[in-house]
T-cell receptor, first 111, second 114 residues
Framework: QKEVEQDPGPLSVPEGAIVSLNCTYSNSAFQYFMWYRQYSRKGPELLMYTYSSGNKEDGRFTAQVDKSSKYISLFIRDSQPSDSATYLCAMTPDSNYQLIWGAGTKLIIKP | DGGITQSPKYLFRKEGQNVTLSCEQNLNHDAMYWYRQDPGQGLRLIYYSQIVNDFQKGDIAEGYSVSREKKESFPLTVTSAQKNPTAFYLC?????????????FGQGTRLTVV
């Protein structure tokens, strides 16, 4: 079993829909949780970052961490075609430790 | 502009050849990483380095080698021992310590065996 599980998709939704992307993990020591966005043939870039539990909002994006369930989510409101990309979750127990990555979910927003 | 530069963007290798992928950063980051990305498998760590002249194997180091002679540079050599080298290779860097764990990525090198 992988430490971090993420459905690779693709997930296809119409423009304007609310998108929910998720990862589950097995290591209860994880404290730092990140979502990266990767456009085709490009390097990933950090989208959202959360330390420990709770919610974090940035514009149309909301990141949630539920440590009791070992489950993290990224919500995208009013989705746009430009949001079409692969979204990777990453997490680590310690800022001096390497990141552990999910497989990435390919998201397609249809105009 | 600060960032990470990978070169070349596309690379073709013949069977039995070694090739070296370049990664340079001007972010003054201590840590640098090499990842391999295959469809549906996310990022797999090949090697990482937290300090000059020191590096550690990641999950899939076999058939690869690295060096860290300068803080800014972390080249990756794909040797002939790597049996399936066709993939997208990503270099990243980060600072160590504190609450900031953000990894900054280059634009990647796509390696194809011909």
């Amino acid at each position: 079993q992988k430490e971090v599980e993420q459905d690779p998709g693709p997930l296809s939704v119409p423009e304007g829909a609310i998108v929910s992307l998720n990862c589950t993990y097995s290591n209860s020591a994880f404290q730092y949780f990140m979502w990266y966005r990767q456009y085709s043939r490009k390097g990933p870039e950090l989208l959202m970052y959360t330390y420990s539990s709770g919610n974090k909002e940035d514009g149309r994006f909301t990141a949630q961490v539920d440590k009791s369930s070992k489950y993290i989510s990224l919500f995208i409101r009013d989705s746009q075609p430009s949001d079409s990309a692969t979204y990777l979750c990453a997490m680590t127990p310690d800022s001096n430790y390497q990141l552990i990555w999910g497989a990435g979910t390919k998201l397609i927003i249809k105009p | 502009d600060g960032g990470i530069t990978q070169s070349p963007k596309y690379l073709f290798r013949k069977e039995g050849q070694n090739v070296t992928l370049s990664c340079e950063q001007n972010l003054n980051h201590d840590a640098m990483y090499w990842y391999r990305q295959d469809p549906g498998q996310g990022l797999r760590l090949i090697y990482y380095s937290q300090i000059v002249n020191d590096f550690q194997k990641g999950d899939i180091a076999e058939g690869y080698s690295v060096s860290r002679e300068k803080k800014e540079s972390f080249p990756l050599t794909v040797t002939s021992a790597q049996k399936n080298p066709t993939a997208f290779y990503l270099c990243a860097s980060s600072i160590l310590g504190g609450l900031n764990t953000e990894a900054f990525f280059g634009q990647g090198t796509r390696l194809t065996v011909v």
